[in-house]
């Protein structure tokens, strides 16, 4: 099967009057799609037999997501469609999340019942990401984050129902074979170096590591041992010589065990493997001529693209002014662009033709905050206000969505009013509901920290600093610890900047994944 994008029709080419554009859902994935129902029903099939073998192999049984939690799937064409988003020609895949919602997007899929082709690996890999930060409430280091990505990606479906595990990464042969090696102090923790120059076949030898310590015989609870100790907050390199002993051998074993002919795979039978429901459904012609737009902004847009997106936008509503999901995303182009009244007109418009598209009731409230923010005196206490109507008409649809939660919290900070207790516990909720926003987190630990509860807040950064692609969050984040670790528990810490620090989130750099 062939699962088929467009982007925008410059870049990816114009929809096909004769497209069959489908959306799937599933218990935790959302997937667009021009191709059959059945096609696409499969797909998302073999997505969730995914998750299911990732949850029984690292023993991590999450609870369903709520349905704006769910990961949704662009897959925009050829290769170089992604590099255009990103910037970058050499990145074949690309994983953002944030409590809004978390996306991916990849190249065109061909599912094989044999060797995956490079994309159908890279959306994989990506997902492993999403479960892992979901997951884990610990930081993993680079080289075992990367390494158990592409460990669990490079994976083989079979026509029984069955997934096999821990198949040999043939896309990082030339990696490997091409690339100078890591050395093994590197590998183990690139967080001791200042820059990533030259890292060579850091992905290929990440992933042989993984695989030799999961099947090794020898090393047998090591891998586990490991995980504990990183988990308890332990040195990187410190866990490493406790749980692997001599580094200089582990590298030594690790070149010898990449020079196997044969590698061990694991083989999840269909019997232990259990999978909720496949629904799809065939997109209106309004959403599927709205889809590039819709692409663009969930990707994120500066300024100049803000323009440029809401022009199409405006376009395609025109010509459906009807349809209530075209609306909202109107909306969220509106929004983008700066036009909060246009925003809150055009997700108005959509509630009245559907009250149930929860996009719309986020576009108007982000609309209705940025206009409380200009308010002033008793009118910006009436204003933040007004300000929650949307959001708490979105939570009545769907309690766990985080968005509400969060805008509540901040509500209360910028309007200046006292923040509850209620309030405090709907953020804490919100950054369990949403573990992968960083920029929440950070507002997180902010408010722990000035409770005096100083050891939770540094435990919540931790993810934060560590994240290779974090950007200024990330800095944010080891600056803050480095403070944090000269203070007293109990004692509040009184950020310098009062408020709701919102603008981390579009300075990371999310997850690239290069061919």
Not at 218 to 247: C, K
Not at 478 to 499: D, N
Request: hydrophobic residues 45%.
């Amino acid at each position: 099967m062939k699962v088929l994008l467009a982007m925008a029709l410059l870049v990816f080419g114009a929809v096909s009057a004769k497209a069959e554009w489908h959306r799937a859902e599933s218990e935790n994935f959302i997937i667009y799609a021009d191709d059959r129902a059945s096609d696409v029903e499969e797909f998302a099939t073999m997505l969730e037999r995914f998750h299911a073998a990732l949850a029984l192999l690292t023993r991590r049984d999450l609870p369903p997501p709520s349905p704006s939690n769910r990961l949704t799937i662009f897959v925009v064409g050829k290769q170089r469609a992604i590099g255009r988003l990103v910037g970058d020609r050499n990145v074949a895949g690309f994983y953002t999340a944030r409590a809004s919602g978390s996306f991916a997007f990849v190249p065109d899929v061909n599912i094989g019942r044999r060797e995956l082709d490079f994309s159908m690996i890279v959306l994989l890999h990506e997902y492993v990401h999403h479960f892992t930060i979901a997951s884990a409430r610990f930081t993993m280091p680079r080289w075992m984050s990367e390494g158990s990505a592409e460990f669990f990606s490079s994976a083989q479906f079979g026509a029984d129902g069955s997934v096999k595990i821990g198949m040999p990464a043939n896309h990082r042969g030339w990696e490997l074979a091409g690339n100078r090696d890591v050395p093994i102090e590197k590998l183990l923790d690139m967080s001791r170096f200042e820059t990533d120059e030259g890292i060579g076949n850091f992905y290929g030898r990440s992933w042989a590591l993984y695989h030799m310590l999961f099947f090794s015989e020898t090393r047998a609870g090591q891998l586990v041992d490991y995980t504990r100790r990183i988990a308890s907050g332990d040195d990187a390199l410190d866990a490493a010589r406790q749980a692997f002993g001599d580094l200089e051998e582990l590298d030594l074993e690790l070149d010898r065990y990449l020079k196997l002919r044969r590698m061990s795979a694991i083989t999840v039978n269909a019997a232990a493997i259990s999978t909720g429901p496949v629904r799809v459904e065939k997109m209106s012609e309004g959403m599927a001529a709205m889809l590039p737009v819709i692409i663009r902004s969930k990707f994120g847009v500066d300024a100049e693209k803000a323009a440029d997106v809401l022009k199409d936008a405006r376009s395609t509503a025109v010509e459906y002014p009807d349809d209530s999901g075209v609306l909202a995303a109107l909306a969220e182009a509106e929004y983008d662009a700066g036009n909060d009244q246009a925003a809150i007109e055009a997700a108005d418009a959509a509630l009245a033709r559907d009250e149930a598209t929860t996009n719309a009731y986020v576009q108007k409230g982000y609309a209705l905050f940025r206009q409380a923010t200009e308010a002033q005196g008793a009118d910006r206490k009436a204003a933040f206000a007004a300000a929650m109507a949307p959001f708490r008409q979105l939570n009545r649809l769907e309690q766990d969505h985080p968005l509400p939660l969060i805008y509540y919290y901040r509500s209360l900070i910028e309007s200046g009013q006292d923040v509850n207790e209620t309030a405090r516990h709907a953020l804490e909720r919100a950054s369990e509901l949403a573990p992968f926003d960083h920029s929440l987190a950070i507002n997180v630990a902010l408010m722990q920290a000035g409770e005096g509860k100083i050891a939770l807040a540094m435990n919540g950064l931790a993810p934060v600093a560590a994240n290779p692609h974090g950007g200024d969050a990330s800095v944010f984040a080891r600056a803050f610890v480095s403070e944090l670790e000269k203070w007293e528990e109990g004692k509040p810490y009184l950020f310098a900047k009062a408020g709701f620090l919102t603008d981390f989130s579009a300075h990371e750099d999310g997850d690239k994944i290069r061919n």
